[in-house]
């Protein structure tokens, strides 16, 4: 018995963990829209985080461009400081009313910027008083495995740990407010979202 157990040990330490791998997430909408801009946060069952601080390869900058913010949903890890630079030629006053983040960016003009942070993880929906066109979000995430989908609709999270994970997926236009969960059940998966009707997306959202 003595034998066998350190055998089975001896077949563990050989084995090692589970090699990282690349999880693909394509996001569709129910009407078979691909979904652009929805943010997919995987989290392994283990608990394995990031070595050090997250970070993330993109400007952590939320622009005023066009009438408009770019890019429309910005990804920041919890405890960013985010800039808010003006390019338009008129002024913008960006607030947001969100539970995540709170603050107001009163009227500032062209290249003028601001900044924010963010400590707290949460959805943060952005509008400007002057301009009611504007519609943005901040996903504040506490996750290095955080990943938005591309034009095609996929996101590619790098590096996911092996063994069981988790994740949640979001978009603005879904019709419930809290992101979806399900458990990761292989390196592609495919989401459903249910959205909104069209006329009602890219709406400002009381959250």
Not at 35 to 51: E, I, N, T, W
Not at 155 to 172: D, E, Q
């Amino acid at each position: 018995m003595r034998r066998l157990a350190l055998l089975l040990c001896a077949a563990l330490l050989v084995a090692g963990p589970a090699t990282a791998a690349d999880l693909v997430v394509s996001v569709r909408g129910d009407d078979g829209t691909v979904l652009q801009d929805a943010v997919v946060v995987a989290k392994p069952a283990s608990g394995a985080a990031s070595p050090g601080p997250v970070r993330f390869s993109w400007p952590l900058t939320m622009t005023q461009q066009n009438i408009a913010f770019n890019p429309y949903v910005l990804i920041v890890p919890v405890g960013s400081e985010v800039g808010f630079p003006n390019k338009d030629k008129v002024r913008h006053h960006v607030y947001s009313f969100s539970a995540a983040k709170r603050f107001e960016l009163k009227l500032y003009g062209e290249q003028q910027e601001r900044t924010v942070v963010f400590d707290k993880a949460g959805i943060v929906p952005l509008g400007c008083n002057i301009h009611d066109q504007m519609i943005g979000f901040i996903y504040v995430t506490d996750s290095p495995y955080t990943a938005k989908t591309n034009a095609a609709g996929d996101a590619v999270i790098r590096g996911l740990p092996g063994g069981p994970a988790s994740m949640t997926v979001w978009h603005p236009d879904m019709k419930a407010r809290a992101p979806l969960a399900k458990p990761v059940a292989g390196p592609r998966e495919t989401v459903v979202l249910d959205l909104r009707p069209p006329s009602a997306r890219r709406k400002k959202m009381a959250m």
